[in-house]
């Protein structure tokens, strides 16, 4: 496949689709995927024997008041690995009214195009697939970041848009999510730098998640522009974890990029290792996204829930990829967001952002 074939047009797990056909879409989300690489090298060993304990128990209801403030600890938490979970939770976003999910799992975190594939056929869901590399210590073993050329890695994901991931036949749709941890090291520039060559080369859209400090997204900014990147076709990502100076949310929008708000549902507390203090609930964000709005960046806001543990999932208790349409529009609608704008931020943008150019 070559970027003309793609030109106008919005890759799927199952093949290409018109971009009227997306419809409702969920930018950020992980159906099948495994964390607990990234998880063990970033928080380390228990601390004692009651949190090695609570790290190796099963996701079971009887344990959910400590995966509530102990996030990312437990490794059953950290896997979402069961195909029938993931098919009963699609059909309830099918249900709520959506249409098509945005999978951002990429080398390191167990991504499964086939997986994706069998997901979408049962479901009836479009499904995108990210390609990339994640954070630094989720590379796997394999990859050999520092001693390969941006160019080599930038043929890595041009190959899984243009030819298919290895020899499923199944293509990558985005170039998202491309991890940053704070400070950004070398490799993670390097795969940065990557990301912008492979979107110059295919059309696609980019997406990049930053560390978590607001000079981190600026960072990422000026890294992505030096290196040739459309930034007018990048998704800064997590904009509700971490840009809580509005002066830093404009300056993103100004900058020509798009801000996924993508951890509705995940209220109030995340780990201190992130020093996130202020994570704001629903209501807050969507009151900044009426706000940005208001400033005139409506072309520039899209949104999802970032589901990547089991106790995100409304099997074990959590809000599920239904969530925004469920429970937050409505509130949307309360607070006097018109359907214009609830339509450009679930459909409009995201149709626009994922067809290739």
């Avoid at 079971?60 to 995966?67: C, E, M």
């Amino acid at each position: 496949m070559k970027r003309a074939d793609l030109k106008g047009k919005i890759m799927t797990v199952l093949g290409l689709i018109e971009p009227e056909c997306l419809g409702v879409t969920m930018t950020h989300e992980h159906l099948i995927i495994d964390i607990t690489t990234w998880t063990r090298r970033t928080f380390g060993e228990p601390l004692d024997d009651e949190e090695w304990s609570m790290m190796v128990r099963p996701v079971t209801p009887d344990i959910y008041w400590w995966l509530r403030y102990h996030p990312f600890r437990n490794i059953d938490d950290c896997q979402l690995l069961d195909e029938q979970t993931a098919i009963d939770e699609v059909m309830m976003f099918k249900a709520a009214g959506g249409h098509s999910i945005v999978d951002v799992t990429v080398k390191g975190l167990a991504r499964n195009p086939v997986a994706l594939a069998r997901i979408s056929r049962l479901t009836g869901i479009n499904i995108i697939m990210g390609t990339g590399h994640y954070v630094e210590p989720a590379y796997p073993v394999t990859a050999n970041i520092s001693g390969r050329s941006e160019e080599d890695i930038a043929e890595e994901f041009i190959k899984d848009i243009f030819d298919g991931v290895g020899y499923t036949g199944v293509h990558s749709g985005a170039v998202d999510e491309l991890g940053c941890t704070c400070p950004i090291t070398e490799n993670e520039k390097k795969v940065l730098r990557a990301g912008a060559l492979a979107q110059q080369k295919t059309g696609a859209i980019l997406g990049v998640h930053p560390g978590r400090e607001e000079n981190c997204y600026l960072e990422v900014l000026k890294i992505l522009d030096k290196a040739g990147a459309d930034l007018s076709r990048t998704i800064i990502c997590h904009i509700d974890r971490s840009i809580r100076n509005p002066k830093t949310r404009i300056a993103i929008a100004k900058a020509g990029c798009y801000l996924e708000y993508d951890l509705f549902g995940r209220e109030g507390y995340y780990p201190p290792k992130f020093q996130v203090t202020d994570l704001p609930n629903d209501h807050q964000r969507i009151n900044e996204l009426m706000e940005l709005a208001d400033k005139g960046y409506a072309d520039h806001l899209i949104v999802s829930q970032d589901c990547c543990n089991k106790t995100a999932l409304c099997k074990y208790g959590g809000w599920g990829y239904g969530h925004i349409l469920r429970d937050v529009v409505p509130v949307m609608r309360m607070k006097g967001m018109s359907e214009k704008l609830i339509n450009t931020i679930l459909v409009e943008n995201p149709k626009r952002a994922f067809t290739f150019i």
